[in-house]
């Protein structure tokens, strides 16, 4: 079969949320041809310039930003911010690097436009190895088999977010205040278990992933980014608030957790799939590489400034999303359930690529009375399979480290230089640019690598544990032998000088006036690192006010 074959112009590589148009005006086959400069005059009603910024903004800030603060915590305090700083400038490079590359093809090819696939299949077409363009058709494939896991991977993300989000507000719902000021730290009451909450969400989303026309979910979409936004703008507010003293927290932090970083800066930074379909409607797609500078550029500043300023204000409690952090009166409660509302519709957006590449070529095997059935089905069985990712994951870090690891490394860092290589072979490359382009892949592939490897270890060594909870400032010893008695029942024998590491529990101590000293430790919510106050729990009078609450509901363990 001749590549000429191959090249079918009937395949779609949906490599965003925005199908590339149909109909866009040509011109003849000079105008991609007629100069050494690309010049595409872009479409009549296509999207002006601040329209696709904000396309860009959008398809850059989602569930990676809230976990950005993890992932600085697990690269150290100074080195976290710089190689955040670092792996941006590369990912905008790489943008740039696609974007050129698609130009040279359209001018060579005489085409309007190409898509992220097209332009790999056309570059290894162009490669200077026989068997790369003999095979060339499995460049498009490649990108078509990446775009399909992060986007599913993307979609696990979103079930593990919001079952903790959501398990957070209704375990804080009979200890929401009003005050979001107060020392006053509440113990989260028993509740059921996340991938309980992952599995009661499956029907809903199904249901969602049933609306196939995305005008539908327009609205949806608009009121998701508006939430977002007032979402953000609000945990900003909180966390610039009362930062601790720094020099405390480390500036550089073990190897071991870096490769945690990488994933999930790569995964917050992975927006590349949306390059070329943005460029592709936009009127002027000359004015595009600005656009695109401007709009990486606000991202980056909005990725490390909520990264640096939420590891700074949390510190060592950081949890996997930033939202699990805030405090729980009704003011930042309604913050997570805000974002969760935009995380939820955004799920349908995600869901629409893997979709349109995947259930077409089935549904074109079957007879058209069965077309409809098997496309729901396939629906459905996509969404079932993100669900039990994320219920066999339910750590949202891990989830975001694992997906940016595995599939965002190769579309952001590892396929763009290789691209570029292959496509300018022939006409010749700087060894400088040569040497640039196989040191960015190898930092790509190595990332990868060492990425994964560190997720799958990280999440069979650290299996799910319950939330650490707060002990108040002065615990009866009474309440402290009870609280020991459940926890040798949950969670097995107590360490003699370290107590339970599972819910940090203190060990047996010398008796201090008849009282226990407290944990340095606050639970999800608290507000804050190390503030005091007294521990609330429904199951006790307020006399009792040290109570350890976890193991009050040893469901919860």
Same mark, same amino acid.
């Given at each position: 079969?001749?590549?000429?074959?191959?090249?079918?112009?009937?395949?779609?590589?949906?490599?965003?949320?925005?199908?590339?148009?149909?109909?866009?005006?040509? &011109?003849?086959?000079?105008?991609?041809?007629?100069?050494? /400069?690309?010049?595409?005059?872009?479409?009549?009603?296509?999207?002006?310039?601040?329209?696709?910024?904000?396309?860009?903004?959008?398809?850059?800030?989602? /569930?990676?930003?809230?976990?950005?603060?993890?992932?600085?915590?697990?690269?150290?305090?100074?080195?976290?911010?710089?190689?955040?700083?670092?792996?941006?400038?590369?990912?905008?490079?790489?943008?740039?690097?696609?974007?050129?590359?698609?130009?040279?093809?359209?001018?060579?090819?005489?085409?309007?436009?190409?898509?992220?696939?097209? #332009?790999?299949?056309?570059?290894?077409?162009?490669?200077?190895?026989?068997?790369?363009?003999?095979?060339?058709? *499995?460049?498009?494939?490649?990108?078509?088999?990446?775009?399909?896991? /992060?986007?599913?991977?993307?979609?696990?993300? %979103?079930?593990? !977010?919001?079952?903790?989000? @959501?398990?957070?507000?209704?375990?804080?719902?009979?200890?929401?205040?009003?005050?979001?000021?107060?020392?006053?730290?509440?113990?989260?009451?028993?509740?059921?278990?996340? $991938?309980?909450?992952?599995?009661?969400?499956?029907?809903?989303?199904?249901?969602?992933?049933?609306?196939?026309?995305?005008?539908?979910?327009?609205?949806?979409?608009?009121? =998701? &980014?508006?939430?977002?936004?007032?979402?953000?703008?609000?945990?900003?507010?909180?966390?610039?608030?009362?930062?601790?003293?720094? $020099?405390?927290?480390?500036?550089?932090?073990? *190897?071991?957790?870096?490769?945690?970083? !990488?994933?999930? =800066?790569?995964?917050?930074?992975?927006?590349?799939?949306?390059?070329?379909?943005?460029?592709?409607?936009?009127?002027?797609?000359?004015?595009?590489?600005?656009? @695109?500078?401007?709009?990486?550029?606000?991202?980056?500043?909005?990725?490390?400034?909520?990264? #640096?300023?939420?590891?700074?204000?949390?510190?060592? &409690?950081?949890?996997?999303?930033?939202?699990?952090?805030?405090?729980?009166? *009704?003011?930042?409660?309604?913050?997570?359930?805000?974002?969760?509302?935009?995380? !939820?519709?955004?799920?349908?957006?995600?869901? %629409?690529?893997?979709?349109?590449?995947?259930?077409?070529?089935?549904?074109?095997?079957?007879?058209?009375? *069965?077309?409809?059935?098997?496309?729901?089905?396939?629906?459905?069985?996509?969404?079932?399979? /993100?669900?039990?990712?994320?219920?066999?994951?339910?750590?949202?870090?891990?989830?975001?480290?694992?997906?940016?690891?595995?599939?965002?490394?190769?579309?952001?860092?590892?396929?763009?230089?290789?691209?570029?290589?292959?496509?300018?072979?022939?006409?010749?490359?700087?060894?400088?640019?040569?040497?640039?382009?196989?040191?960015?892949?190898?930092?790509? !592939?190595?990332?990868?690598?060492?990425?994964?490897?560190?997720?799958?270890?990280?999440?069979?060594?650290?299996?799910?544990?319950?939330?650490?909870?707060?002990?108040?400032?002065?615990?009866?010893?009474? =309440?402290?032998?009870?609280?020991?008695?459940?926890?040798?029942?949950?969670?097995?024998?107590?360490?003699?000088?370290?107590?339970?590491?599972?819910?940090?529990?203190?060990?047996?101590?010398?008796?201090?006036?008849?009282?226990?000293?407290?944990?340095?430790?606050?639970? $999800?919510? #608290?507000?804050?690192?190390?503030?005091?106050?007294?521990?609330?729990?429904?199951?006790?009078?307020?006399?009792?006010?040290?109570?350890?609450?976890?193991?009050?509901? #040893? =469901?919860?363990?």
């Amino acid at each position: 079969m001749s590549s000429r074959r191959l090249r079918s112009e009937d395949y779609n590589d949906y490599s965003s949320t925005d199908v590339t148009p149909e109909g866009s005006p040509s &011109n003849g086959p000079s105008s991609c041809a007629g100069s050494s /400069t690309y010049q595409r005059f872009g479409e009549t009603n296509g999207t002006t310039s601040l329209q696709t910024l904000i396309h860009v903004l959008k398809g850059n800030i989602g /569930t990676g930003l809230l976990g950005l603060p993890l992932a600085i915590k697990n690269a150290g305090v100074v080195m976290g911010p710089v190689s955040l700083l670092v792996i941006g400038i590369i990912a905008i490079h790489c943008m740039r690097i696609l974007v050129k590359c698609a130009h040279h093809f359209c001018r060579k090819l005489q085409k309007p436009f190409v898509d992220y696939g097209d #332009a790999v299949m056309y570059g290894l077409e162009a490669s200077p190895v026989a068997w790369l363009r003999t095979h060339a058709i *499995w460049g498009r494939y490649l990108v078509g088999f990446f775009l399909i896991v /992060t986007q599913l991977g993307f979609c696990c993300v %979103y079930f593990v !977010f919001l079952a903790d989000n @959501l398990k957070q507000v209704i375990s804080a719902a009979n200890g929401t205040t009003n005050d979001c000021h107060s020392n006053e730290t509440v113990v989260l009451m028993p509740t059921m278990d996340s $991938r309980l909450y992952i599995l009661s969400l499956l029907p809903f989303i199904v249901l969602l992933v049933f609306i196939r026309n995305l005008k539908f979910l327009s609205i949806f979409s608009l009121l =998701a &980014n508006i939430v977002m936004l007032v979402s953000l703008v609000m945990i900003y507010q909180y966390i610039v608030q009362g930062i601790p003293d720094p $020099r405390r927290l480390p500036l550089v932090s073990g *190897w071991k957790t870096y490769p945690l970083f !990488f994933g999930t =800066a790569i995964f917050a930074f992975e927006g590349i799939g949306v390059v070329l379909p943005l460029e592709n409607k936009m009127k002027n797609p000359r004015h595009f590489p600005v656009v @695109l500078y401007v709009g990486m550029a606000i991202v980056s500043v909005l990725y490390i400034s909520l990264g #640096a300023l939420g590891y700074l204000r949390f510190g060592a &409690n950081i949890e996997a999303s930033i939202t699990l952090n805030l405090p729980n009166c *009704w003011l930042y409660q309604s913050v997570k359930l805000l974002y969760s509302f935009g995380i !939820f519709f955004t799920y349908a957006l995600q869901f %629409y690529v893997p979709a349109e590449i995947i259930i077409p070529s089935a549904v074109s095997r079957v007879p058209q009375r *069965w077309a409809l059935a098997v496309d729901l089905l396939l629906r459905t069985f996509l969404v079932c399979v /993100t669900c039990v990712l994320a219920i066999l994951i339910p750590r949202l870090d891990i989830v975001i480290s694992l997906v940016g690891s595995v599939s965002s490394s190769a579309l952001a860092l590892i396929i763009p230089p290789l691209l570029e290589i292959f496509t300018y072979f022939e006409e010749g490359l700087h060894p400088v640019t040569i040497a640039k382009d196989i040191l960015i892949s190898v930092i790509g !592939f190595v990332g990868f690598v060492v990425g994964t490897y560190e997720a799958l270890e990280a999440l069979v060594t650290s299996p799910v544990s319950p939330s650490p909870v707060a002990v108040s400032p002065t615990m009866p010893r009474h =309440a402290h032998e009870h609280a020991q008695d459940l926890c040798r029942q949950v969670c097995g024998p107590l360490h003699p000088t370290q107590g339970c590491q599972q819910c940090l529990l203190p060990p047996v101590l010398p008796r201090l006036g008849g009282q226990v000293p407290r944990v340095g430790h606050q639970p $999800r919510g #608290a507000g804050g690192v190390g503030e005091p106050g007294r521990v609330r729990h429904a199951l006790h009078s307020p006399k009792q006010q040290g109570c350890y609450g976890p193991l009050c509901s #040893a =469901a919860q363990v």
